[in-house]
């Protein structure tokens, strides 16, 4: 469940979103639609508390992004336009650092890794 009431962000004497209100249900398949600068990837950001709203409330799984932010992020996924990564690494050891951050269980990682990477080839 993603829910925003009044959702707004701002720089300085830019307006990024206004006033931006939706709820969706848990199950619920759902796209953000619009041109260049309509406000889509600040929405995505807030909602992923990557940066906080200049006004207004979410709520995310029932979480507030402001104030519960980081039991969002545990119960939310998000991989930006250009994602960070590092081209040194090999996938597997991007993936055994992501969940190194993301605080999984040392001698769970490895096998949650292979259970990732063998999910590709099914």
């Known amino acids: 469940m993603i829910e925003t009431i009044n959702l707004s962000k701002s720089y300085a ?4 979103t206004k006033n931006v209100s939706f709820k969706f249900d848990t199950g619920d398949v759902v796209g953000l639609l619009g041109p260049n600068g309509a406000g889509k990837t600040t929405t995505i950001r807030m909602l992923t508390t990557f940066i ?6 979410a709520k995310v799984v029932g979480f507030d992004i402001v104030k519960e932010s980081q039991l969002v992020r545990k119960n939310i996924g998000y991989l930006p336009e ?3 990564l590092y081209p040194e ?13 993301k605080g999984v269980e040392r001698k769970l990682i490895g096998s949650y ?6 999910s590709c080839f099914i």
Do not use: C, R
Request: proline letters at 12%.
């Open 13 to 16: 004497q830019f307006v990024a």
């Open 52 to 57: 906080p709203p200049t006004s207004g409330t």
């Open 82 to 84: 250009t994602p960070p």
């Open 89 to 101: 690494m090999k996938v597997k050891e991007y993936l055994e650092f992501v969940a190194k951050i």
């Open 113 to 118: 890794v292979d259970e990732a990477i063998q």
